[in-house]
């Protein structure tokens, strides 16, 4: 597998036995990982193309530790890496060569669950599915459900503002976490936000959910808990074509509802998924919807009467509503195998993470099938069609000479197109290493800049996860002299946004 | 007015140094710190750019009156969720700067959870674009949402894309009588269950509760909660949106962000509550009150005052020595002469 690093340009050699001499002052040994076999594990996340070896793992223990090595990394200019659980898609926590990875692993505790005030405690790495977990006895649950939750950390949610197959209805990590705590790169402790539904001067919260742990290291998160909906109905919907099942979606948000989820799959994805899951798909549909209403009783009967009212009238040649809870969750069974369905049928597969404007979906999709032709990979189609997020899963072999190159062309095309199409190059998995030069596409020059100058504001000397999330101006100069060619522009026929 | 010609008008007064008070309606003049600079009214760049009812936004610039965006909105049986005050004739590019949120921010969320995208002139009178306008988009720093409730100090917001949601297909108003206590405790309890509650508003020993949602939930939701009288309430919640509501009248009025679950303060001069008991007003002149806001882990805003007290006090509560350094630092990533609205969110900067 190609090997793919980081840099821009050369960085500064750390002065590795100076680095561990200052560290040590601070960290017991067992918080402390040098050795190649202990930083193996470390050397990627879940976008396990990109891999690089950092020279030293921490597992701070305590935010006094976070602050000092935070502090020694900026004395010594060394560059550091935050990580929780390594599930993220975009290689946001790929270590640097010459850097410290900063592990929150062992900030695992639920400091506070409060019934009355719906709001839950935790450290940054605490899982997702956990918050949920502690809050049910009180009928309550943490909203974002993004589909590694039984792994992933609220750090990296806060880092890569998650979403999930809800944030339709319930809104991303940024709509449902109150209150940070965060140590700067120079060891300054911030409270950002608070248990009240804002806080005075910028509205730093939004800045620092979905930074990509450019700006700062997260040690507490105060998230938001619902009341637990007393029912959730799910409809699945078949469709003789993909068309029709955009312009399904597009119907049931013109009617007026905003469904808790709306999840659409291209028979590529059933076909991959029905033998490994047997959730009961349509195997002829070109295309299924699953739509999940929830609330009351009565308000659920009555969103299930319209959608189904409307998914009639859209043209769905077959709808069946579970009548059971454990029906609903085979339906669901289906879409949330979908990666590790198509996993079994590729050795390898690439996913994809762009967002268009719903009514775009037909010509995406025949776009993508254009290009399976054009890269010789197969791809099958999971899509939170209510929020307009595709994640084509482009299959590959890695161990197949050119087989990666191809794909990662092939995602990178889909993500040109769906910012062409008035969309972004992510909906919910980050930039990280992975979309780096697609952002010279998404933005111009002077935004660029500006997210320069926001990363000063916080980080002078650019040490958190250098060269992450925003592209310097001279990769970006160098990918466009690689892809415009004689001043002609990809998918000249399309209006810019 | 064209985005070129506010362009060239802060061109101007980037080089000539010349600070800048931002200003659409003027329907905000009254928030904030005091008012300086030499007027850029922005009010003439107008006009609905693109609704997609089906992708759910709308993109406006900045001196479009929001009468005239909820106006295109409801003829799709669309919002703006976050129910804006209009305190007269409040246009778009203000009710992002501001931050103002009304009755339904306790069920749908803040401006800034609806702000996707914005079209931003910064301080050097460089245009600048960030967010876009699709529900999902984290690609680069949320620039548009910082920008919410920013108060003009970081850029004129030329245009915004804002998400937008159908409106609910029943409401219903429901009145009880009950103390402040009493709404406290009800009010967080009925917030930990499955129920559609839009908006609350205790005044004097009366509590309004909201609901809405798909019919039936709204009826099944209304016998639930027991005994109380139904009332036809859409003019009082637009009193309350408006502050033109009785309860609202009265200067210094003291705006109490705080987690819902602070029971009575015991402080004089409170005039009401909202949103579940986070939002609490107090018109009397309670000399500590900021101490008190953020003792209990929230915060007090000078909403509205006289002029002479406005000199004396900030506006929005003081930030710590390391936050307002970062804020200055922000700031100047915007806008390095700090030319735009000086002193308005802090006279720091």
């Known amino acids: 597998m190609a090997k793919m690093t980081t840099n821009d340009k050369p960085d500064a050699r750390t002065d590795l036995p100076a680095l561990l001499r200052r560290l040590r002052l601070f960290l017991p040994a067992q918080c402390l990982l040098v050795d190649e076999e202990d930083l ?7 976008l396990t193309a990109y891999r690089e070896l950092p020279l030293v793992v921490c597992l701070p223990e305590t935010e006094g530790q976070v602050i000092d090595i935070l502090r020694t990394c900026h004395d010594l200019g060394v560059p550091v890496v935050a990580r929780g659980a390594g599930t993220g898609l975009s290689g946001g926590a790929m270590p640097h060569a010459q850097g410290v990875v900063l592990s929150l692993a062992r900030f695992n505790r639920i400091l506070r669950v409060d019934r009355e005030a719906r709001l839950a405690v935790v450290q940054p790495g605490v899982r997702n599915l956990a918050v949920s977990e502690a809050a049910a006895p009180f009928g309550l649950y943490y909203a974002p459900d993004p589909s590694s939750q039984i792994a992933c950390t609220l750090g990296g949610n806060v880092a890569e503002n998650s979403g ?9 990590t940024v709509h449902n976490v109150l209150r940070i705590r965060v140590v700067s790169i120079e060891g300054e402790v911030f409270e950002i936000g608070s248990e009240a539904l804002d806080a005075p001067g910028y509205d730093l919260l939004a800045l620092m959910i979905g930074s990509e742990g450019m700006l700062g290291v997260v040690t507490e998160v105060t998230v938001k808990l619902v009341p637990n909906p007393e029912l959730a109905q799910v409809v699945m919907a078949s469709f003789a074509d993909v068309a029709q099942a955009g312009d399904a979606v597009a119907a049931i948000i013109a009617a007026g509802i905003i469904p808790a989820g709306l999840e659409m799959m291209d028979k590529a994805a059933t076909a991959a998924v029905e033998p490994f899951v047997k959730a009961g798909y349509d195997m002829n549909a070109e295309a299924i919807l699953l739509c999940e209403a929830d609330g009351t009783p009565e308000e659920v009967a009555e969103e299930i009467a319209r959608v189904t009212e409307v998914l009639t009238a859209a043209g769905a040649s077959d709808l069946r509503v579970s009548q059971s809870e454990a029906e609903r969750l085979k339906f669901w069974a289906g879409r949330k195998a979908a990666f590790p369905a198509v996993g079994r049928i590729t050795p390898d597969y690439y996913c994809m993470d762009g967002t268009i404007p719903r009514k775009r979906l037909a010509e995406m999709l025949s776009a993508i099938a254009g290009m399976e032709r054009k890269y010789g990979l197969r791809c099958a189609n999971v899509f939170h069609a209510g929020d307009g997020n595709l994640h084509p899963l482009i299959m590959y072999d890695a161990s197949q000479p050119g087989n990666w190159e191809r794909a990662e062309a092939f995602g ?9 199409l008035g969309g972004s190059i992510t909906g919910e998995h980050g930039v990280g290493i992975e ?3 697609q952002m010279c596409v998404q933005y111009a020059t002077p935004e660029l800049e500006a997210f320069h100058r926001v990363k000063a504001a916080f980080d002078e000397r650019g040490l958190l996860n250098p060269g ?3 592209p310097s101006l001279h990769r970006c100069a160098e990918y466009g002299r690689m892809h415009v060619h004689h001043g002609e522009m990809k998918f000249p026929e399309l209006e810019r946004f | 007015m064209t985005l070129d010609e506010i362009v060239s008008a802060v061109r101007a007064a980037y080089d000539s140094h010349t600070p800048l008070r931002l200003r659409g309606a003027g329907s905000k003049d009254f928030y904030g710190g005091l008012l300086s600079g ?11 750019v693109a609704y997609e009812p089906t992708e759910l936004y709308i993109t406006a610039r900045c001196g479009t009156p929001l009468a005239e965006i909820e106006t295109a909105l409801a003829e799709k049986g669309q919002m703006l969720a976050f129910e804006p005050p209009h305190f007269g004739g409040a246009t778009v590019g203000g009710c992002i700067a501001a931050g103002l949120a009304g009755p339904r921010r306790q069920q749908a969320g803040a401006v800034r959870d609806f702000v996707l995208g914005v079209k931003l002139v910064d301080g050097t009178g460089q245009v600048l674009n960030f967010g876009g306008q699709v529900m999902k988009n984290v690609a680069g720093y949320d620039v548009s949402r910082l920008i919410a409730g920013s108060m003009g100090t970081l850029g004129v917001i030329a245009e ?8 609910p297909v029943a409401e219903q108003t429901l009145r009880f009588a009950m103390d402040e206590g009493e709404a406290l405790t009800k009010l967080n309890q009925w917030g930990g269950q499955p129920l559609p509650i839009s908006a609350s508003f205790w005044h004097d020993g009366q509590l309004w509760l909201r609901l809405s949602g798909a019919r039936a939930a709204v009826e099944a939701a209304a016998h639930r909660l027991g005994p109380n009288s139904t009332v036809d309430a859409q003019k009082t919640w637009i009193s309350i949106r408006e502050q033109t509501h009785s309860a609202f009248a009265g200067e210094p009025l003291w705006r109490l962000s705080l987690p819902s679950t602070v029971p009575a303060l015991g402080v004089d001069g409170l005039r009401a509550l909202e949103w579940g008991g986070a939002q609490r007003w107090y018109a009397a002149e309670p000399a500590a009150i900021r101490e008190v806001a953020a003792r209990l882990g929230g915060h007090a805003v000078l909403y509205r005052a006289p002029e002479s007290q406005r000199c004396l006090e900030g506006a929005f509560a003081p930030l710590s020595p390391a936050l307002l350094a970062l804020h200055r630092r922000l700031k100047k990533a915007f806008d390095p002469r700090g030319i735009l609205n000086p002193g308005r969110l802090y006279a720091e900067f």
């Open chain 1, 468 to 470: 992450k999330a925003v």
């Open chain 2, 160 to 167: 915004a894309t804002l998400k937008v949601l159908p409106m």
């Open chain 1, 412 to 420: 990178a095309e889909i993500l040109e197109l769906s910012v062409a």
């Open chain 1, 435 to 437: 979309k780096i030069n």
């Open chain 1, 164 to 172: 999930g197959v809800h944030c339709l209805k319930y809104g991303l």
């Open chain 2, 38 to 48: 030499e007027v850029l009214d922005v009010s003439g760049h107008r006009g609905i």
């Open chain 1, 40 to 46: 193996r594990p470390y050397e990627c996340d879940g």
